[in-house]
């Protein structure tokens, strides 16, 4: 089945149990794919989380309880809410007004409708990309918690390349055995991917199967396959928008969806200013269920 339409029939399904439990595994399960790839990919499709919009659909739904004549405490309980204060107080942030007020006639309501997904091609611009297949192997170098940035230089960053010296970009530079083969910049660890501003951990290092020496972070990652992307263009809008074509071009038409694993970004030159910069983008993936 088409990867969209399966994305699609989930949304029916959570459409169908707003007012029960939701079963996130079963949803997944209707989108062919993991819950963590499914997060991901609704979280960038949909431009926020998938509890977010969860909790609006439900107070949109609210305000035509409130409006057939429900009581304030049932709609609070019928939506899971723990009290009817935590339901009111929802309800006001979304909707500008209190639930009582909402009753009244000709009370103005935000409206928030299902949503359902659609690849957009535009443009015809083709995506260059292989499959890789890596063993374990583990990731060697520099680590620092950052917060994440979706657009421009993340200082953050910026600031941990410059931590390795001359004689320690040597020292790793010799343990690296695998691709991808150099100095990289490893992603991992998020707290919410598709929140700007959340903390992962960043790292400076290479992709080795030796054994580190003392002084360095360590990453281990499992046995997986990889789909690596190719970038030319100036550092770092040509990154960016590649990663907003592989979310919403490539994953959603794609045989694979991601595993949760670390993102790594190889450079071929050290020097970014270039208009002309060569990178690799790399995901680790499998085949969707």
């Not at 501003?197 to 020496?213: F, H, M, R, S």
């Amino acid at each position: 089945m088409n990867p969209l339409a399966q994305m699609n029939n989930a949304m029916d399904y959570l459409e169908s149990n707003l007012f029960d439990e939701i079963d996130f595994s079963a949803m997944s399960r209707i989108a062919g794919c993991s819950e963590y790839h499914f997060r991901r990919m609704f979280s960038y499709l949909a431009g926020m989380p998938l509890g977010e919009y969860i909790r609006c659909r439900k107070l949109d739904l609210a305000g035509a309880l409130l409006r057939r004549g429900d009581k304030v405490i049932d709609c609070a309980m019928l939506l899971g809410y723990e009290s009817a204060d935590a339901f009111c107080k929802a309800f006001q942030v979304m909707h500008g007004i209190t639930p009582s007020e909402a009753k009244r006639e000709n009370a103005m309501l935000k409206a928030f409708p299902p949503m359902t997904f659609q690849l957009t091609i535009t443009g015809g611009c083709k995506m260059d990309y292989r499959i890789v297949h890596n063993e374990n192997f583990r990731i060697v170098g520099f680590k620092k918690k950052i917060t994440l940035q979706f657009e421009g230089v993340n200082k953050q960053t910026a600031d941990l390349v410059q931590k390795p010296t001359p004689e320690s970009i040597r020292e790793l530079k010799g343990l690296c055995n695998i691709e991808p083969r150099g100095m990289l910049s490893v992603s991992a660890n998020f707290s919410d991917r598709s929140a700007e501003g959340t903390e992962l951990d960043q790292y400076i290092a290479v992709a080795t199967t030796k054994a580190a020496p003392t002084g360095y972070d360590v990453l281990e990652v499992a046995e997986t396959d990889w789909a690596v992307f190719t970038v030319v263009g100036p550092f770092p809008r040509a990154v960016q928008d590649t990663w907003a074509r592989i979310y919403s071009e490539w994953l959603p038409s794609s045989e694979y969806q991601l595993t949760g694993g670390p993102e790594l970004l190889w450079h071929e030159s050290p020097d970014l200013t270039k208009q002309d910069c060569k990178s690799e983008i790399w995901i680790s993936i499998s085949k969707r269920l």
